[in-house]
Each structure stands twice: as C-alpha cells, then as structure tokens.
C-alpha cells in the first residue's frame, strides 16, 4: 500500500492512493480511512465506492459503525467518461459534504469494466487523475483511490502513481496532462467528409448516415454545436465513423492552453458560451485536444 507523502504544494485536497493485491489488503487500507472519517469533526458519514463484492467486505469489518457509512456499488458511480466522473463528484460533493466539502471518500474505479479496457481509456483515467488535485483543490475533501493489482494492472498503477501527492513520483498534473496530450492524434481517414454550416443541421444528417438514432444524432448535433461555441471560431470540420462511433473534428486558428478545458463543473445550469466543452465532455466518450502550432483540434467521439 501506498502512504508516503512527497513534495507537493499543500492544497485543502487530500488526494490519496492505496494499492493492494488481495481483499484482505483492501480492507487493511480502506478501514482505517473509514474510521479515520467516522472521527472527522464536523464531516458528514464518509462513503466508500467499490465494488459489491468488497463493500460486502467493509460491512463485515465495520460491524455496527457500518451504519453510519455511505456504500455505493462503483458501477452506479463510474457510469461513462472520465468527465463524467468530475460531475458525478462535484454534484455529491455539493448536495452531502461538510462545510469547504469536507468527506472522506473511499473510491475504486471500474478497472474491469470500461475505465480499463483500452489505453486510450486509461489515459483518459489518468488525467482526471492528475486533474482532480487541480479541481478539487480548493475544498478540504478526503479521497482514497484503491488500486487492485487483479484489475488494474501493473501499467496502470504505474501511471496513476504519477498522478497522486502521496507518492515519490507525483507529477504536476499540467505537466502530466500535458504529457498524455503530446501523442499526437491519429490522421482523419481518406473517408471523412468536410461539414458545411450551419453545423447542427450537417452533423444531424451525417450522424444519421452513419446510423445514429434521431435522438442520438441530435444529442451529438448539440456537443459540436456547444464545442464550436465555446472555440469562438472554427475554420474546418470533418466528419467520419459509424454508429455508434461517429467522429467530429474541429480545427480553430487559435490555441486554447488550457487544461481544465471542459472540465470546470459550471456554477449554474446555464451554460455561457466559453463553458460548451462541459457539456461536450459531458455527452461524448471522448474529446480529444491538442494545441499544434498557433491552432487547436478537437476532436469528439461520440459512443
């Protein structure tokens, strides 16, 4: 298991990483966090996010302190994308935490299921990793991020050791998103075809080409609408793919240098315009952006 502090800046986050290799290691690094929050003045009961199998596990080692912590099965909080997860963690964070959201959160990432079935989406992981300790930085919440060896794998530990303070090998996450960010995307197939404005209605026939339902193609319509909105310009757009992977790329003449882009939960439900990659990140698997020269591609996935 993985507890010794190294070298960043201090922020109220304390942003943790345990790794273990057997249940009975789990719950040696996730019980103590538990009763660690259960004693927290001034927190509301902490909650632990693993999988069924291994809250079962808690429960048992909590005895009758298990009433008094929150148990959600992680399939029913990891259920998309990595900004996803932002969401789903700023929304709990706003409607249960202490004041300056204090809570202590035990949480395991659905290695098995989507979030650790490709490199692509491992990367997509370990930025919102790195992230996190930029989003989350200024509130006084307590997370435990439970790493195991069966399912996640040795490469993917390896990374995300990079992406927690407590570690030797913490990274600054500009640096490391910055990283991830310099593979350079793969060249549009010799079959993408240019969009014509007005891109909402060009993106809803193309989308339905390449057989997305209506509703589909009307939801992936918007997340370019509101990607294009929120680059301000846009000199080219490609489309390519089939359902349920159909692909959009914007090109602007400007860079955007920002790595929280789209990843900032919004402060109200109405989104400003410069604020559209959240709800691009929100609806598409992925949304890939790369600053190249004196421009900026983004390019989203949808499915």
């Given at each position: 298991m993985t507890s010794t502090h190294h070298g960043p800046t201090p922020t109220p986050f304390?942003?943790?990483?345990?790794?273990?290799?057997?249940?009975?290691?789990?719950?040696?690094?996730?019980?103590?966090?538990?009763?660690?929050g259960l004693g927290a003045p001034g927190e509301p009961p902490p909650v632990a996010i693993a999988a069924p199998d291994k809250l079962d596990l808690l429960r048992d080692a909590l005895g009758g302190d298990a009433s008094s912590v929150t148990f959600v099965p992680h399939t029913e909080w990891y259920t998309g994308s990595a900004a996803n997860a932002v969401a789903q963690g700023a929304g709990y964070l706003a409607a249960h935490a202490g004041p300056g959201g204090r809570i202590h959160l035990l949480m395991e990432p659905v290695w098995n299921g989507r979030a650790g079935r490709s490199v692509r989406e491992t990367t997509e992981w370990i930025r919102y990793e790195a992230l996190a300790n930029l989003l989350f930085a200024p509130?006084?919440?307590?997370?435990?991020?439970?790493y195991d060896t069966r399912t996640a794998g040795a490469?993917?530990?390896e990374a995300a050791?990079?992406?927690?303070?407590?570690?030797?090998?913490?990274?600054?996450?500009?640096?490391?998103?910055?990283?991830?960010?310099?593979?350079?995307?793969?060249?549009?197939?010799?079959?993408?075809?240019?969009?014509?404005?007005?891109?909402?209605e060009a993106v809803r026939a193309g989308a339905a080409a390449r057989g997305l339902a209506p509703?589909?193609?009307e939801l992936f319509a918007e997340a370019v609408t509101a990607a294009a909105t929120a680059l301000g310009s846009v000199t080219d757009a490609l489309m390519w793919g089939r359902?349920?992977?159909c692909v959009c790329e914007l090109r602007a003449p400007h860079r955007l240098d920002d790595p929280l882009a789209g990843f900032v939960p919004p402060p109200t439900p109405e989104l400003e315009?410069?604020?559209?990659?959240w709800f691009t990140r929100q609806v598409c698997a992925y949304v890939d952006v790369r600053d190249e020269g004196a421009g900026t591609t983004v390019r989203l996935q949808y499915g």
């Open positions: 304390d942003h943790r990483m345990a790794v273990y290799g057997a249940d009975d290691e789990f719950v040696a690094a996730a019980l103590p966090f538990l009763v660690e509130l006084a919440t307590t997370a435990l991020c439970a490469a993917i530990i050791r990079r992406a927690h303070p407590d570690t030797a090998v913490y990274e600054d996450p500009v640096r490391l998103t910055a990283e991830l960010d310099s593979v350079p995307l793969s060249l549009p197939p010799a079959a993408a075809e240019p969009l014509a404005r007005p891109y909402p509703a589909d193609a359902a349920p992977a315009p410069d604020q559209g990659l």
